[in-house]
């Protein structure tokens, strides 16, 4: 296993501070979540949203919650959104599916944090590789990638059926 990924590299140039967290591969946001020793909602996936040919957002959505269409369209401005297939997300950003991050991508795309992220003194995101993973200040998160915090998700529906 290589030490190094083209999104370490990159948090490493921005200067600011933060901790690798390496795990074996994970097979839903809860067991990553777990295995990092965070709560859900600091664990932010990475979903990479096509706004036209080869313009694209990666949206950050926290573990627990999905991602939201019409306040994603609403605040982009544009009626289309779709996702791409994983080959032309890893096309668009170097990562394949399941590794991908803004952090070191091919193309510095916009970013969007949700804003229920904020909420956390540290957040985990992707570090480019399975089981790589990036713990940071969501504020460091935000100034890093020039990122926009906007609230463009909702609440996950519960699978407890006793609350």
């Known amino acids: 296993m290589t030490h190094s990924t083209p999104a370490i ?3 490493e140039r921005s200067g600011i501070p933060f901790r690798v967290v ?10 990553s979540a777990e295995l990092q020793g965070i709560e ?37 401005g544009v009626k289309r959104l779709s996702l791409p297939d994983a080959d032309e997300a890893k096309q668009a950003t170097g990562y394949e599916r399941g590794a991908i991050t803004p952090f070191g991508a091919t193309r510095a795309w916009p970013v969007i944090v949700d804003a229920s992220a904020s909420a956390f003194e540290r957040v985990a995101i992707g570090g480019g590789a ?9 504020s460091d998160l935000v100034a890093a990638l020039a990122a926009e915090v906007v609230d463009v998700t909702v609440p996950e529906p519960s699978v407890d059926a006793s609350g």
């Not at 957002?57 to 269409?69: K, Q, T």
């Not at 089981?131 to 200040?137: E, F, I, K, M, S």
């Open 130 to 138: 399975h089981g790589v993973n990036l713990h940071l200040a969501p």
């Open 40 to 76: 859900l909602g600091a664990l932010l996936r990475t979903i990479v949203v096509r706004r036209g040919d080869d313009d694209y957002v990666f949206v950050l959505v926290p573990g627990g919650r999905r991602f939201d269409w019409p306040k994603v369209r609403a605040h982009l």
């Open 9 to 11: 590299e990159a948090i």
């Open 22 to 31: 390496r795990t074996e591969r994970a097979h839903s946001a809860e067991e």
